[in-house]
């Protein structure tokens, strides 16, 4: 997470709607019942609370704009969980809006999920996940072409070790390398490539909406070189319009599977 301490109303606007609008009320309260009645001898102060209590109804009113932000917040958390239906939606997300699903769809597995607050700088860390006395860290990786490698899991390892959290999780919207996942086997380290995350949002959905594709159409690697296999149509020969997989790192290497 970033070390940067948020305003307060940007730290309301990450919690419950309901938060806001009670913090709201007992603002008003304080400024317009409690803080007069305890000051009575003080006329420095006196005047300090009499001016509280002219502008009580427009502090408390401040809180609305996170209340209000919360539920917005909280419903493209929503649309972005049930817009999800193939591999290609899930890639055609932005960064931020990618670490928004993958939070939300933590967040249906049944953890508590705390997001980075500031949208800046987040240390490895984008989202901070706690369940049953536990915590576990994030990090995402919205990367459509280049593969995860092993110096970013070697990293968030450090991470995990200069902090109090159990396991830590990297999550793609593409896929890891060979050597990143052989780095992460015996450790406590969970890598989520697009498939899986796509197959983990579809549990979570309210109604399944991602599509079962052929596997002619399903994202896989080169057994050769171990790169993506896209999709392609032949334009010329005997299979001429029809549709095959063939190696993204043609034409280095030319392996097809039909």
């Not at 049944?110 to 500031?118: A, H, K, L, T, Y």
């Not at 999550?171 to 796509?198: Q, R, Y």
């Amino acid at each position: 997470m970033s070390n940067k301490t948020p305003s307060l109303l940007t730290a309301f606007s990450f919690l419950p709607w309901w938060a806001s609008f009670f913090a709201g009320i007992v603002v008003y309260i304080g400024l317009t019942y409690v803080l007069p009645a305890l000051v009575t001898d003080n006329q420095i102060l006196v005047m300090v609370v009499g001016a509280g209590k002219s502008v009580a109804i427009w502090s408390s009113l401040l809180f609305l704009i996170p209340a209000v932000t919360s539920i917005i917040r909280r419903r493209k958390r929503e649309q972005l969980v049930e817009q999800q239906s193939s591999i290609e939606t899930l890639r055609e997300t932005s960064w931020s809006d990618f670490e928004v699903l993958v939070g939300e769809v933590f967040r249906r597995k049944g953890f508590r999920v705390q997001e980075n607050m500031s949208g800046g700088a987040d240390g490895g860390i984008d989202l901070l996940l706690l369940k049953e006395g536990e915590s576990h860290i994030v990090q995402c990786k919205q990367w459509r072409k280049s593969k995860v490698g092993v110096p970013i899991v070697r990293e968030m390892f450090g991470v995990l070790k200069a902090s109090s959290a159990k396991s830590v999780y990297v999550v793609s919207s593409g896929h890891f390398t060979k050597e990143a996942i052989a780095f992460a086997a015996d450790l406590p380290i969970t890598l989520i490539n697009g498939d899986e995350l796509l197959t983990l949002t579809e549990e979570v959905q309210s109604s399944a909406k991602i599509k079962s594709v052929s596997p002619i159409l399903s994202p896989a690697l080169c057994p050769k070189c171990d790169s993506d296999l896209v999709k392609r149509v032949a334009k010329k020969g005997p299979q001429k319009g029809n549709e095959f997989l063939g190696c993204s790192s043609f034409p280095k290497c030319r392996y097809i599977q039909n």
